[in-house]
């Protein structure tokens, strides 16, 4: 055969084997969309390592705890809750709010010093560890928190201060406190023992006469406040709240079904109304009839194709805009606890988590001064997780 006519079958073969192969990868792609789409996860670069255990290092440890501490005795700015019915109400937040006054509003402060207890726990060498107990001591003693229960009667507008966002993070630091070996814990936790006592019997109080659950992803969201209480009170014995909170969770949720995922988040949420109800209702269902109550709320639990993508945040400046970043740790601490039932779903809130965790330090305090409590809870539900 002539040179030049095997050297233009040579060219027109090597074409067809470029065209095909562009088609297959082409195709490769279009395959690989699809399943990205439906939840499926492959094997990228991008995706190594997200299904690993998340592990918290001693110099994270050290960075994070720096966030609650610069903000806990810092008291402006501060987003003041009081409702004013009378000139002699108004006050610095120092004055109403003598353990609780700092890191912008007084749920961040009461959080503030849950993620420090929680980092003291976890990290015995935490470098700064003797200034955050100088910190706690001064701020929880009983004279500030009886302080601080005053003002539930300040005014007829007070008694429903922080409802109930407020009153379960602060259930949440005793809880933290009262677990912790420890001799200042002891005493915080006996300093602030009056005040739980007042939140317990407020939830008591509160819950017979909310007819309907309020689902938003902010502060108000029930399924959250009944889900932090209900730790509180089973891990100290508070039985009286226990059966309050599960009598009424089975009440608002037990019969929800197909739970609208795919409409979340909405612009300001730092909780997922969907998965805060999953998170509550593990807690007060048996295995059983948990089983049951979600293959009908979220049906994509069940046949695997579950998926919820991380919250974009395009301003972390904007003290609304940045509850997406929580929106991603909260998602993370409600699936973490499943996962033993659904194995996948932990690589789903490895995703949420890894997505926000190294945003929560760009030096801006509308999220500095909350977020870290968010990572930090969501890292202790995995932690709990890989314990169990």
């Known amino acids: 055969m002539d040179v030049k006519i095997r050297v233009v079958l040579l060219i027109f073969v090597l074409s067809i084997l470029y065209v095909l192969s562009k088609g297959l990868v082409d195709l490769g792609d279009r395959v690989s969309k699809g399943l990205e789409s439906k939840g499926a996860k492959t094997d990228t670069a991008d995706n190594k390592g997200m299904t690993e255990s998340l592990r918290l290092k001693i110099a994270d440890a050290n960075y994070l705890s720096k966030l609650p501490l610069g903000c806990i005795q810092n008291p402006l700015p501060y987003k003041s809750g009081i409702v004013i019915s009378d000139s002699s109400d108004l006050a610095m937040p120092q004055e109403h709010h003598p353990a609780f006054y700092g890191c912008f509003d007084w749920h961040s402060a009461v959080h503030g010093h849950w993620s420090l207890v929680f980092l003291m726990k976890q990290f015995p060498n935490l470098e700064n560890q003797d200034s955050i107990r100088k910190v706690i001591d001064k701020n929880l003693t009983k004279a500030n928190i009886a302080k601080e229960i005053e003002y539930f009667s300040l005014n007829k ?21 009262y677990t912790w070996d420890d001799p200042d814990a002891k005493r915080w936790f006996e300093a602030l023992e009056p005040l739980n006592k007042l939140l317990s019997q407020k939830y008591q109080d509160y819950l017979p006469k909310l007819v309907y659950p309020i689902r938003l992803g902010t502060h ?9 209480a209900y730790d509180y009170a089973s891990t100290v014995g508070d039985s009286a709240l226990v059966k ?21 988040p909405s612009g300001y949420d730092f909780l997922s109304p969907c998965l805060q109800e999953v998170d509550i ?10 089983a049951s109550w979600i293959n009908e709320f979220l049906p994509s639990f069940a046949d695997g194709t579950f998926y919820i ?26 699936l973490y606890p499943i996962v033993d039932s659904y194995p996948y779903v932990e690589q789903i809130a490895n995703e949420n988590f890894n997505f926000s965790i190294d945003k929560i330090v760009d030096g801006d305090y509308m999220g500095e001064h909350w977020l870290a409590s968010f990572a930090l809870y969501a890292y202790q539900q995995n932690l709990n997780n890989s314990n169990n």
Request: charged share 30%.
């Open 244 to 264: 309050s909170i599960s009598t009424r969770a089975k009440d608002f949720y037990f019969n929800d079904k197909g739970c609208p995922l795919s409409w979340e």
């Open 281 to 290: 209702m593990r807690k007060v269902l048996s295995d059983k009839e948990f």
């Open 309 to 334: 993508k991380p919250a974009e945040v395009l301003d972390r400046s904007d003290g609304h805009l940045v509850h997406l970043d929580g929106v991603n740790f909260s998602r993370a601490w409600c």
């Open 157 to 177: 507008y007070s008694k429903s201060f922080e409802r109930t966002y407020g009153w379960a993070w602060l259930l949440k630091l005793s809880e933290e406190l």
């Open 220 to 228: 108000t969201n029930t399924a959250f406040g009944l889900s932090f």
